[in-house]
C-alpha cells in the first residue's frame, strides 16, 4: 500500500465517540459536582470498569478497595478523570492490531505520557497537554499495524536489527509514524501545538516555533531507557544537561525524586486498562 492510500484511510478511522466528547465536556465542567460526575461515568459500562480499575491500582489506590464510581473519581481527582476518559477513548477508537501486544505498548505510552506529565511543570508546559500527547505520540505505530501489517512486520525486523526505526518507515513507505500520528491528531481536532508535538518528536528543534511538547517526548524517552543506568547521585546533572541539550529550561527541586517514584506506574495504568 503506498503512502497516499494509507493517508487516505484516516479519514476513515472513528472521531471521538459522542458518548466519550460528551463525558469529557462534564470532566471539564468546572460546575460539576462529584455526583454529576458519577452519574455520567455510570453510564459507559467499559469507561466504569476502567475508572474501578485505576483507582484501585497501586499507583492510585490506597489500602482500602473502592468498589463504586463515586468513590472512585473522589480518589482520582480530575484531572486524572479527564486524562482516563481521553485515553480510553484513543485505545477503543483505533483498530484491534495483529502482532502488536498492547499490554506492553500501552504501558510504555503511559509511561512516558507520566513523565512527560511531570516535567512539563517545570518548563512552562500544560501538564495535561503534555500528558495527552504522551498518550497520542504512538498512534502511528498501531495505524500503520492496523492498515498495513506486513509493513509493520518489516519496520519491526528492521528496528529488531539495529537499524533507525523512523529513517526505515520514510524508506520503505514515504514517511513515518509520527506524521500519520499527527494526521490523526488534526484529524481529532487537538491543538497545533499537540499535533506538532507528535510530528517532531524526535527531532524537536526542527519545529517552527520550537516545540517543547516534542523536546518533552525526547527527553522522557531518555529517562525511560536510561534513567536505571545513571548514579542516583549523577541523576539530575544528566537531566538537566539532557534538558538544555534539547531546547528546554526545566527547574529540577525534587525532580529526580518524582520520577524515580513514577518508574513503573505507566505499565501498570497500562495493564488495568487495556
Same mark, same amino acid.
Given at each position: 500500500?503506498?503512502?497516499?492510500?494509507?493517508?487516505?484511510?484516516?479519514?476513515?478511522?472513528?472521531?471521538?465517540?459522542?458518548?466519550?466528547s460528551?463525558?469529557?465536556?462534564?470532566?471539564?465542567?468546572?460546575?460539576?459536582?462529584?455526583?454529576?460526575?458519577?452519574?455520567?461515568?455510570?453510564?459507559?459500562?467499559?469507561?466504569?470498569?476502567?475508572?474501578?480499575?485505576?483507582?484501585? @491500582?497501586?499507583?492510585?489506590?490506597?489500602?482500602?478497595?473502592?468498589?463504586?464510581?463515586? =468513590?472512585?473519581?473522589?480518589?482520582?481527582?480530575?484531572q486524572?478523570?479527564?486524562?482516563?476518559?481521553?485515553?480510553?477513548?484513543?485505545?477503543?477508537?483505533?483498530?484491534? @492490531?495483529?502482532?502488536v501486544?498492547?499490554?506492553?505498548?500501552?504501558?510504555?505510552?503511559?509511561?512516558i505520557?507520566?513523565?512527560?506529565?511531570?516535567?512539563?511543570?517545570? @518548563?512552562?508546559?500544560?501538564?495535561?497537554?503534555?500528558?495527552? @500527547?504522551?498518550?497520542?505520540?504512538?498512534?502511528?505505530?498501531?495505524?500503520?499495524?492496523?492498515?498495513?501489517?506486513?509493513?509493520?512486520?518489516?519496520?519491526?525486523?528492521?528496528?529488531?536489527q539495529?537499524?533507525?526505526?523512523?529513517?526505515?518507515?520514510?524508506?520503505?513507505?514515504?514517511?513515518d509514524?509520527?506524521?500519520?500520528?499527527?494526521?490523526?491528531?488534526?484529524?481529532?481536532?487537538?491543538?497545533?501545538?499537540?499535533?506538532? /508535538?507528535?510530528?517532531?518528536?524526535?527531532?524537536?528543534?526542527?519545529?517552527?516555533p520550537?516545540?517543547?511538547?516534542?523536546?518533552?517526548?525526547?527527553?522522557?524517552?531518555?529517562?525511560?531507557? =536510561?534513567?536505571?543506568?545513571?548514579?542516583?547521585?549523577?541523576?539530575?546533572?544528566?537531566?538537566?544537561?539532557?534538558?538544555?541539550?534539547? /531546547?528546554?529550561?526545566?527547574?529540577?527541586? /525534587?525532580?529526580?525524586?518524582?520520577?524515580?517514584?513514577?518508574?513503573?506506574?505507566?505499565f501498570e495504568?497500562?495493564?488495568?486498562?487495556?
Amino acid at each position: 500500500m503506498d503512502s497516499a492510500a494509507l493517508l487516505s484511510r484516516v479519514d476513515d478511522l472513528p472521531r471521538l465517540p459522542k458518548a466519550i466528547s460528551e463525558l469529557l465536556e462534564v470532566v471539564n465542567d468546572d460546575n460539576a459536582t462529584v455526583k454529576n460526575i458519577a452519574t455520567k461515568v455510570s453510564h459507559d459500562p467499559l469507561i466504569s470498569a476502567k475508572v474501578l480499575r485505576l483507582a484501585n @491500582c497501586a499507583h492510585y489506590g490506597h489500602s482500602r478497595e473502592v468498589g463504586s464510581i463515586d =468513590e472512585a473519581v473522589v480518589r482520582l481527582g480530575m484531572q486524572t478523570l479527564r486524562t482516563l476518559v481521553l485515553a480510553s477513548a484513543v485505545m477503543g477508537s483505533v483498530p484491534k @492490531c495483529q502482532g502488536v501486544d498492547l499490554a506492553q505498548f500501552w504501558g510504555q505510552t503511559f509511561e512516558i505520557a507520566l513523565y512527560c506529565q511531570e516535567m512539563a511543570k517545570r @518548563c512552562g508546559v500544560q501538564p495535561d497537554e503534555a500528558f495527552t @500527547c504522551g498518550i497520542l505520540h504512538r498512534i502511528g505505530d498501531l495505524l500503520i499495524a492496523a492498515i498495513s501489517p506486513e509493513d509493520a512486520e518489516k519496520i519491526t525486523e528492521a528496528v529488531a536489527q539495529g537499524k533507525d526505526k523512523h529513517a526505515f518507515e520514510r524508506e520503505l513507505l514515504g514517511y513515518d509514524s509520527p506524521d500519520i500520528g499527527a494526521l490523526l491528531a488534526k484529524n481529532w481536532k487537538f491543538t497545533p501545538a499537540l499535533v506538532q /508535538g507528535i510530528l517532531y518528536q524526535d527531532h524537536p528543534k526542527d519545529s517552527n516555533p520550537f516545540s517543547k511538547l516534542a523536546a518533552l517526548l525526547c527527553l522522557a524517552y531518555k529517562v525511560l531507557e =536510561e534513567w536505571d543506568s545513571i548514579d542516583d547521585d549523577d541523576k539530575t546533572s544528566w537531566l538537566s544537561q539532557l534538558a538544555t541539550k534539547k /531546547g528546554l529550561k526545566m527547574e529540577m527541586g /525534587g525532580l529526580r525524586a518524582k520520577l524515580t517514584e513514577l518508574r513503573g506506574a505507566g505499565f501498570e495504568i497500562g495493564k488495568a486498562l487495556a
